[in-house]
Nanobody, 115 residues
Framework: QVHLVESGGGLVQAGGSLRLSCAASGSIFRINAMNWYRQAPGKQRELVAT???????NYADSVKGRFTISRDNADNTVYLQMNSLKFEDTAVYYC?????????WGQGTQVTVSS
């Protein structure tokens, strides 16, 4: 019922910035919260940031102060602004939506941070 498509990943130098986008389509009025997750090689998938339907946000300690999650309701898009990127941020980033009581996932976008 809700389709999510991530974009904006790529290669960036340490200390640089990148903005990820997650475009939602379908029954967007049923979305209660949206999240960004990431999964690095050999690691478990990690919750990075959350935004609720009323605009409350939360962040993992590892990214707090560097990453910002936001919404553009007109475009039905959620963003993840990533600043001061570190090598440890290298991962596939996924957006996720709580649609009613169900979870929907995007396909992921690769972020690689290097010197």
């Amino acid at each position: 019922q809700v389709h999510l498509v991530e974009s904006g990943g790529g290669l960036v130098q340490a200390g640089g910035s990148l903005r990820l986008s997650c475009a939602a389509s379908g029954s967007i009025f049923r979305i209660n919260a949206m999240n960004w997750y990431r999964q690095a090689p050999g690691k478990q998938r990690e919750l990075v940031a959350t935004i609720t339907r009323v605009g409350s946000t939360n962040y993992a300690d590892s990214v707090k102060g560097r990453f910002t999650i936001s919404r553009d309701n007109a475009d039905n898009t959620v963003y993840l602004q990533m600043n001061s990127l570190k090598f440890e941020d290298t991962a596939v980033y996924y957006c996720n939506a709580l649609v009613g009581l169900a979870l929907e996932w995007g396909q992921g976008t690769q972020v690689t941070v290097s010197s």
